[in-house]
């Protein structure tokens, strides 16, 4: 019998968001649907790994139990998505504030100290921004394909990568040494201290990690 996954499984999938309501898709990892709703990027399968909290907890709790080759469709309630609205994070400012003012009107995404929200009403001279996530308070189904579970510990380190970048790169592991080869791709030290965290957490306490920017050019131990 296949093994069904557990907190802390590798787990490769398709899938396809959509918002319970509206029925409107607003993610997916289906090159095909992609391209029926005219999206564009890199739609790929995606490795999620289950208890993380890199995903919506709604999504990952789906997957607890459930084996490779399984097709299903779950409903996430906001609360296990994105969250309800939060009121505190609308907030009110003088539309003098923007320089280009004909372009603030709602529905508008905005930058407002170092943040990034929709504009969802402008009258008397003010904008209201709204900064929760564009999916709070909403109801959501997916529908995911589980591919398989990965069980090389190389596939598991890309599959954290994946996370931060989307380029391509190069993983090799001697013994306790794992080498990323960025392929002339220099991230920051934050981003190397979350690889190394998630590597080590998630995969294999005693692992220790080397970045190569460029073939035989170390770039650092972490």
Do not use: C, W
Not at 15 to 36: C, H, N, P, Q, W
Not at 102 to 107: F, I, Q
Request: net charge neutral; glycine share 8%.
């Amino acid at each position: 019998m296949e093994k069904s996954i557990s907190n802390g499984d590798f787990v490769e999938v398709d899938y396809v968001g959509r918002i319970k309501d509206s029925g409107i898709i607003f993610d997916t990892t289906l090159a095909d649907v992609a391209r029926e709703l005219k999206l564009k990027g890199e739609f790929k399968p995606m490795i999620a790994i289950v208890g993380s909290g890199k995903m919506i907890r709604g999504f990952e709790n789906a997957l607890l139990n459930r084996r490779a080759g399984e097709e299903f469709e779950v409903e996430i309630k906001s609360e296990d998505a994105f969250g309800e609205v939060d009121p505190k994070l609308l907030i009110s400012v003088p539309l003098k504030h923007f320089k280009e003012k004909d372009k603030v009107r709602p529905g508008a995404v905005v930058e407002f100290e170092n943040s990034f929200g929709i504009v969802r009403s402008v009258s008397s001279g003010r904008v209201v921004i709204d900064f929760n996530h564009p999916l709070a308070g909403k109801d959501l189904v997916y529908k995911i394909f589980v591919r398989r579970i990965l069980e090389d510990d190389v596939e598991k380190v890309r599959g954290i990568i994946s996370y931060f970048i989307s380029k391509d790169f190069e993983i090799e592991i001697k013994g306790k040494e794992v080498i990323i080869n960025l392929n002339n791709i220099d991230l920051p030290i934050p981003i190397k201290q979350r690889i190394y965290e998630d590597v080590r957490k998630y995969i294999n306490k005693d692992y220790v990690l080397k970045f190569v920017v460029k073939i035989g050019e170390n770039n650092g131990e972490v």
